[in-house]
């Protein structure tokens, strides 16, 4: 079984920058695509960014050019450099991965999440 553990996000006035980091543990092959989502209450659950096993690397219209993701495959860990901030940034922000179990196969792991809040 595989874990996500999130750090990183909080409160940040509009045109600051947050990190956030999301790092894999537990009894596993390897690591696949890694992803973050976003979530407000009452609203659908938004795929923010996604990386890749190979590093391909793909952003919602409304992060592109101001978030990156990143990953580091010796930590199993995906990043989330979120610079620019604007009030509707405020969100949930989860991690996801797909992950190879040690019994086979491919499956799927969620973080905990964290609250990022932008505001004066």
């Known amino acids: 079984q595989v874990q996500l553990v999130e750090s990183g996000g909080g409160l940040v006035q509009p045109g600051g920058s947050l990190r956030l980091s999301c790092a894999a543990s537990?009894?596993?092959?390897?690591?696949?695509?890694m992803r973050w989502y976003r979530q407000a209450p009452g609203k659908q659950r938004e795929l923010v960014a996604i990386?890749?096993?190979?590093?391909?690397?793909n952003y919602a219209d409304s992060v592109k050019g101001r978030f990156t993701i990143s990953r580091d495959n010796a930590k199993n860990a995906v990043y989330l450099q979120m610079n620019s901030l604007k009030p509707e940034d405020t969100d949930v922000y989860s991690c996801n991965a797909d992950y190879y179990p040690t019994a086979g196969g491919i499956s799927g792991a969620w973080g905990q999440g964290t609250q990022d809040t932008v505001s004066t």
């Open positions: 537990g009894s596993f092959f390897g690591v696949g695509d």
């Open positions: 990386i890749t096993s190979g590093g391909n690397r």
